[in-house]
């Protein structure tokens, strides 16, 4: 995901114990919090924006959207309280939402989220969707997630498509425990994770190869502002030009793809034309790119064919890549 799209994209989902505060950021002082949930509301709105209002409330309280307006004179127990006003200091401190709830939605799955992963995005549901059209319903497939992170990818996909073997890898066995641990608890068993730097200890071929990797460029300066700065340097940038990892992936796939097998990437909005050339230095074919909800150029991707089978098929132009319209 781009960094703007992943500074701008309000977060929503971890205790957050043991993160850092981010120095000379003011903080919320709670000792004007007052003590009924109407004028919680209105004090947390004039700490935060009103979409994390919303959500610190609610969840600090456990109580229904809009209740604070239908019984705003609940008078808050002493701990929703007190977990509120922590909640919104640390928000004032820039701390993601998702880090401090422990979760966040992810196509119409709640996952849970810690400091050791990547936080999921809506425009990276764009990827599950093009690899789910790419799975008929109820056929057999192999499919892998490379930096599967929390999984959330690997996991969307393996519910799906219930007869799909999923293998999800991640070079961080932090990220991993995070990943298993949301398998089971949305009754992902058809999804196994291993710990690998990208095909390092990956065996067999693939059906579909998938990945979100870091591609955000090593001095962009969004990777010092907004949620980014708490969240795994790792999962956000390759450092150089921020292509790294992409080449690794796609120059790799060849050999783990099955003859007509497809591999699917997640990219800045702005490395379109340099994921096509990827793509056609590593022999792929039927080039295809998939828009993101925001209509930005997010997915590349395309079939692999053995060089005999080529003989006979029409080529693109040496960049050519068809974009579909969002999933």
Not at 237 to 263: F, M, Q, T
Not at 310 to 321: E, K, T, V, Y
Request: hydrophobic share 45%; with cysteine; glycine share 12%.
């Amino acid at each position: 995901m781009s960094a703007s799209e992943l500074s701008a994209t309000p977060a929503a989902a971890d205790s957050g114990a043991g993160l850092g505060r981010v120095p000379g950021a003011a903080a919320a002082d709670g000792a004007d919090c007052p003590a009924t949930l109407g004028e919680a509301w209105r004090w947390a709105r004039r700490k935060v924006d009103t979409v994390d209002a919303r959500v610190l409330l609610r969840e600090a309280c456990k109580c229904a959207d809009g209740r604070w307006v239908s019984h705003g004179e609940t008078v808050l127990e002493a701990g929703q309280r007190a977990r509120l006003v922590d909640w919104v200091a640390r928000r004032v401190a820039g701390e993601p939402v998702a880090y401090l709830l422990g979760w966040r939605e992810f196509h119409g799955h709640r996952f849970a989220v810690t400091p050791d992963v990547l936080i999921p995005r809506p425009d990276t549901e764009t990827l599950v969707d093009a690899a789910l059209a790419l799975l008929p319903d109820g056929k057999a497939a192999r499919v892998l997630d490379l930096g599967t992170g929390s999984g959330c990818v690997a996991i969307s996909i393996a519910l799906a498509r219930p007869r799909a073997e999923v293998v999800g890898v991640d070079a961080s066995s932090a990220a991993l425990r995070v990943a298993q641990s949301n398998a089971e608890a949305l009754g992902a068993s058809n999804v196994r994770f291993v710990v690998s730097d990208w095909y390092a200890a990956v065996e067999g071929r693939f059906d579909l190869i998938v990945s979100n990797p870091p591609y955000i460029a090593a001095a962009d300066p969004h990777l010092g502002e907004g949620d980014l700065r708490f969240e795994p340097g790792g999962a956000l940038s390759p450092g150089g030009d921020g292509l790294d990892a992409l080449r690794a992936i796609i120059a790799g796939a060849p050999e783990r793809l099955v003859p007509g097998g497809w591999l699917l990437v997640e990219h800045g909005w702005d490395q379109g034309a340099a994921v096509a050339g990827l793509l056609v230095e590593a022999g792929f074919e039927d080039r295809v790119g998939y828009r993101d909800l925001g209509g930005n150029h997010r997915v590349s991707g395309g079939k692999y064919f053995t060089s005999g089978s080529l003989a006979n098929r029409p080529r693109l132009f040496p960049h050519d890549i068809r974009i579909a319209r969002a999933l």
